[in-house]
Each structure stands twice: as structure tokens, then as C-alpha cells.
């Protein structure tokens, strides 16, 4: 008799990724993991000590991948419009995602300040803010209030508590953007 093929970590991570993407993580248990990966619950708690510890590391991931999906979004001009847009797209074409990055539990994430010293925080605070004749501070101000804009506006798409054309939301886009930067 063959030896049982070991699950790895590796592999659970993939395949919840896949579960939460169709389902959302709450529909995400280690039952159903388990079952899809075509095994018992005890490879996952060798891996896991718990679902919330599961539930972590997808959030890293998921950030992971929109940050991806961001920084490789097709060219758009202005660059904010392009990062703005994918941005919505991903809370409108991956909603269980990001519900999932969205939610108010603390996975020991950074601030926006924190995230800007990044090098993934400085490229699309440089997308941004582009060439706005602002000191740093003032770039850094200009990213928090287009941010909570764009992060408020995916959030109710993602919702379904509002349905804007795509372009009603690159007008809202470009009004947001003209009013803080003259506010900076």
C-alpha cells in the first residue's frame, strides 16, 4: 500500500485562497477545507493551531495579491485614475476578498503612515500624488484623504449599496482628486 500523500501548508493556503475567493472566509472551515483538499482535519491543525491563525495568513495574502493587481493594472492616465480604478474593480470583481481585507479586525497591519515608508506604500503614493508640487507631508495628507475616498467608495460598491456607471465613478474620481489636491 502506498504511503498517504502528505498535505502541506503550502497547499492548504492555496486551496482556502480558492474557498474564500468563491465563498468568503466564513464559509471557510476546517470541515469543508478538508474535504476539498480530499483529506481529514488533521494536516490543517498540523499546520494551523486554529482557523484564526488560517484566517490571518489569508489576509496577508489576499493584501499580497491586490497590492499585485494594482501595481500591474494596465496603464491608465492619470496614474491615481489607474490605481483608484483597480482598486474598485478588485472590491467589485473579488468581493469576498475583499471583504476580507476590509474587515476591522486587527491583523497587526500598518498604518497608512507605515504603509507609505513600504516600497510597495512609496510606488503607489508616487502614482498618486505624481508630480503635485507638495512636500512630503503635505503627499502624505494627499494619499490619506484620496485613499479613505477610493477605500469608502469599493467598500459600498462591493456592498451593493450603490450602482454607479464606470463613469460616474471616474467623474467621482476625478472631483475627489482636484478637491484635495487644492485642499493640499
Known amino acids: 500500500m502506498p504511503p498517504k500523500e502528505k498535505v502541506s501548508k503550502a497547499r492548504i493556503e492555496t486551496t482556502a485562497f480558492e474557498m474564500t475567493r468563491e465563498y468568503g472566509f466564513s464559509e471557510v472551515t476546517a470541515r469543508k477545507l478538508a474535504q476539498r483538499l480530499g483529506c481529514s482535519t488533521q494536516p490543517i491543525f498540523r499546520a494551523y493551531e486554529n482557523m484564526d491563525d488560517l484566517r490571518c495568513d489569508l489576509f496577508y495574502m489576499s493584501t499580497d495579491y491586490l497590492i499585485e493587481q494594482m501595481l500591474s493594472a494596465k496603464s491608465r492616465t492619470p496614474a491615481y485614475m489607474g490605481l483608484a480604478l483597480s482598486y474598485i474593480e478588485f472590491a467589485r470583481n473579488e468581493k469576498n476578498l475583499f471583504q476580507l481585507i476590509a474587515s476591522i479586525d486587527d491583523f497587526g497591519t500598518q498604518t497608512i503612515s507605515e504603509f507609505l515608508k513600504s ?6 503614493q508616487k502614482k498618486i500624488c505624481g508630480e503635485a508640487e507638495a512636500g512630503d507631508k503635505k503627499k502624505q495628507e ?43
Open 119 to 124: 516600497e510597495e506604500g512609496a510606488r503607489i
Open 142 to 184: 494627499l494619499f490619506t484623504m484620496f485613499w479613505m475616498f477610493i477605500h469608502g467608495m469599493a467598500a459600498l460598491i462591493a456592498g451593493n449599496r450603490v450602482e454607479f456607471t464606470d463613469r460616474e465613478i471616474r467623474a467621482y474620481i476625478t472631483k475627489a482628486y482636484e478637491g484635495f489636491i487644492r485642499e493640499v
